[in-house]
């Protein structure tokens, strides 16, 4: 089946670097990627969604210029964590959307720890 | 705006018990999928169901089943004969099918269930 992988899987940081994650689609062609945000023992709260080739559109209350979010080509998007800090600390997960179709793959998520 | 509301955050059984985890939704678009996802300890999210808005059918797979109701917009999950396994966080969610939506998922804030040996 479709395979959505993230790397890496666990980072740390020191408190005011950058980290970024990779989302890739590994088998299909992704036009749209979804990065999502999960605190401990919370739901996913979606952070925004990215379209190739276009600029991402973020929810409400999500930094745009603290989570930057690139999605240069159809099987890879990647969400850059700016200037972290220790509440920045958390579980992100991206989804993809095939081309053609409703279904939706989820990576493995990343588990990000500022400290 | 679409919302799920999942209002068991915790649930306990002994193994081999029976357990419906309930899931109550909201939209007003006439159609929209909804799903099932399973996330285990390791926090990857397991795909389980996904049901078309225009099909009530209830499914069977394994030990699991769905009972999806529009008439009370539920779509209630339920484990039989459960295994200590079974233990994990599961999520529902909703995503519309209108054109034009990117069609993100909207999740419930999860039920905990745990399986006890």
């Known amino acids: 089946g479709a395979v959505v992988s993230q790397h890496p899987s666990r980072v740390i940081c020191k408190s005011g670097t950058s980290v970024k994650i990779e989302c890739r689609s590994l088998d299909f062609q992704a036009t749209t990627m979804f990065w999502y945000r999960q605190f401990p023992k919370q739901s996913l709260m979606l952070m925004a969604t990215s379209n190739e080739g276009s600029k991402a559109t973020y929810e409400q209350g999500v930094e745009k210029d603290k989570f930057l979010i690139n999605h240069a080509s159809l099987t890879l998007s990647t969400l850059t964590v700016t200037s972290a800090h220790p509440e920045d600390s958390s579980f992100y997960i991206c989804?993809?959307?095939?081309?053609?179709?409703?279904?939706?793959?989820f990576g493995e998520g990343s588990w990000l720890t500022v400290v | 705006a679409q919302k799920v509301t999942q209002a068991q955050t915790e649930i306990s059984v002994v193994e081999k018990e029976d357990v419906t985890l309930d899931c109550v939704y909201e939209t007003r678009d006439t159609t929209y999928y909804l799903f099932w996802y399973k996330q285990p300890p390791s926090g990857e999210l397991v795909f389980l169901i996904r049901r078309n808005s225009f099909d009530e059918q209830n499914e069977i797979s394994g030990r699991y089943s769905w009972n999806f109701q529009k008439s009370t917009s539920s779509f209630n999950f339920t484990i039989t004969a459960s295994q200590v396994v079974d233990s994990a966080v599961y999520f529902c969610a909703l995503s519309l099918r209108s054109s034009g939506s990117a069609r993100q998922l909207t999740f419930g804030s999860g039920t905990q269930l745990t399986v006890l040996p």
């Open positions: 989804s993809a959307r095939i081309a053609a179709g409703n279904t939706i793959y």
